[in-house]
């Protein structure tokens, strides 16, 4: 049987004292809701059967109201689909009932906003994040991931509905889903971790918002890694906190200089298994500077291990929160980096004695995580298809990154130096000294090339100029032609 989408009732308030017939206040009900545009051209409406029935009144007025609707072109009907607002309507009409009707623009000077909507830029898409093609970084290898083994195992979940898991549950999320992740983490990461310090969250940028509720107060200073992940720069500004740049060199975040600028500071923020941007991995020797500093100045260090997965030479490096003999780390990892983003789901690793704060913000936040797709990645991770998946992808950007590396040699030479190669699914090409990234990507933008600049991800002024070039998704075959294109757009400036 061929399926009809149901139509949803317009506001309609009927009012039986007034003396109007019903049919026509039904009538004027729909003129008014598609003069107004909240009934749009082509939008289905209900049956007049369910009409009647949702209004409590018979069939016959709101027959007679459909039926002049459709004798003055409002409406049309749909053989075996049903009844529409027409595609064609009197449009002279509409124009003038929406010449009465008060402006959307409303000229009020006392629309007043929170401070802190204020403190960090309004919402712009940038062309290097949001379009399809080569260099886009965040975009992965979607191609090679094993959809029907996940339809599968969602179809498993879908079609096998446990009541409880359609009710309310814990904040942390799903207890065996956390334990699948106490054990991936403690193995693969030397985390120090039990199933009951893991809370599910929406992704990292979620675990940061979180993170700044429970740990920060408004003017507390927080050190970002200078350049750094623009998205945990909003994320505490929008917590009132002052962000202190303090700079990355080969060995990772100069700690430093960090307690030169704000000995006191509340928080450093790290991505020490490989740098956002430059992909420098943390020296042990920082490490255990930046946890003596924590420890002796009562401190946090939110660790974002965004894309440990990939690591081509060298063994995988341990994390931070490992090392942490003091309960200082809260630890946030992502599903974004290994399966894809629009999954939205993230871990946050949380000192056993601050569980029960993070239990209360989460709660009073989106109360707890969703269910399903919870339930489908604990089963893929524990029948062993994210660590084939992840193994798999990581010879095949491998492979990609070393395309990338090569192609980038022959066209630029030593003109342009790559940086953070070793690891993840992006690196960093940088321009010699007087040339504009923001120029060079707008102009490569009209090649289909798209370019992150370097220039974007500081703070203060800018020391150097480059572009985080991701090569998740461009192909071994697309690469040295990509790359061509992009030296003749530097060669043009
Ligand atoms: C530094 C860093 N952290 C985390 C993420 C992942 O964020 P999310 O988990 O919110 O998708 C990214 C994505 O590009 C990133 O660059």
Redesign the pocket.
């Known amino acids: 049987m061929r399926r009809v989408a149901s139509g949803f009732s317009p506001v309609i308030t009927l009012d039986r004292r007034n003396g109007k017939p019903l049919h026509k206040q039904v009538y004027e009900a729909f003129c008014a809701a598609i003069v107004r545009r909240n009934l749009r051209a082509g939008q289905k409406v209900p049956s007049s059967r369910s009409l009647a029935a949702e209004l409590k009144i018979s069939r016959i007025p709101v027959l007679t109201a459909y039926s002049q609707l459709h004798a003055e072109g409002y409406f049309e009907t749909r053989s075996g689909s049903g009844t529409f607002v027409s595609s064609s309507l009197p449009d002279q009409w509409i124009s003038m009932e929406r010449r009465h009707a008060p402006s959307p623009q409303v000229r009020s000077p006392r629309r007043l906003l929170s401070k802190r909507s204020a403190l960090i830029p309004l919402f712009k898409p940038v062309p290097w994040l949001n379009k399809w093609g080569a260099f886009i970084?965040?975009q992965l290898a979607f191609e090679h991931f094993p959809f029907q083994v996940w339809a599968s195992l969602v179809n498993r979940h879908v079609r096998n509905v446990r009541v409880n898991s359609l009710h309310y549950s814990d904040p942390m999320g799903s207890e065996s889903f956390r334990s699948a992740i106490a054990e991936y983490l403690r193995t693969t990461r030397a985390v120090n971790c039990e199933a009951s310090q893991i809370m599910i969250v929406?992704?990292?940028?979620?675990?940061?918002e979180l993170t700044a509720r429970v740990l920060f107060d408004p003017g507390d200073k927080i050190w970002l890694e200078e350049p750094?992940?623009r998205?945990?720069r909003n994320a505490f500004s929008l917590a009132g906190c002052r962000l202190i740049p303090v700079p990355v060199d080969e060995e990772g975040i100069d700690v430093a200089a960090g307690i030169a600028r704000s000995r006191r500071a509340r928080a450093a923020f790290v991505?020490p298994s490989h740098q956002?941007?430059l992909g420098v991995t943390m020296s042990a020797s920082r490490r255990f500077q930046l946890l003596d500093w924590a420890h002796r100045s009562a401190s946090w260090i939110v660790e974002?291990d965004?894309?440990n997965e990939y690591r081509y030479e060298s063994m995988p490096i341990a994390s931070l929160q490992g090392l942490d003999r003091h309960s200082r780390v809260i630890y946030?990892?992502?599903?974004?980096?290994t399966l894809f983003?629009s999954l939205?789901?993230?871990y946050v690793v949380i000192p056993p004695d601050l569980v029960q704060q993070f239990l209360a913000v989460r709660n009073a936040m989106d109360v707890y995580p969703p269910h399903l797709y919870q339930a489908v990645l604990e089963d893929f991770i524990s029948e062993g298809h994210f660590a084939r998946h992840i193994r798999r992808t990581r010879l095949l950007y491998s492979e990609r990154r070393n395309v990338l590396v090569g192609a980038i040699r022959n066209e630029f030479g030593s003109s342009m130096e790559v940086l953070g190669e070793g690891a993840g699914v992006?690196l960093v090409a940088t321009l010699s000294k007087g040339l504009s990234d923001r120029s060079i990507s707008d102009q490569a933008a009209l090649q289909d090339l798209w370019l992150w600049p370097l220039s974007t991800c500081y703070l203060d002024r800018p020391s150097r100029q480059g572009f985080i070039l991701g090569f998740g998704s461009t192909t071994p075959r697309q690469i040295p032609n990509a790359v061509r294109r992009l030296r003749e757009v530097v060669d043009s400036q």
């Open positions: 970084v965040g929406s992704g990292t940028q979620q675990a940061l750094g992940y998205l945990a991505t956002f941007p974002d965004y894309d946030i990892g992502t599903f974004s980096k983003p939205r789901l993230g992006h």
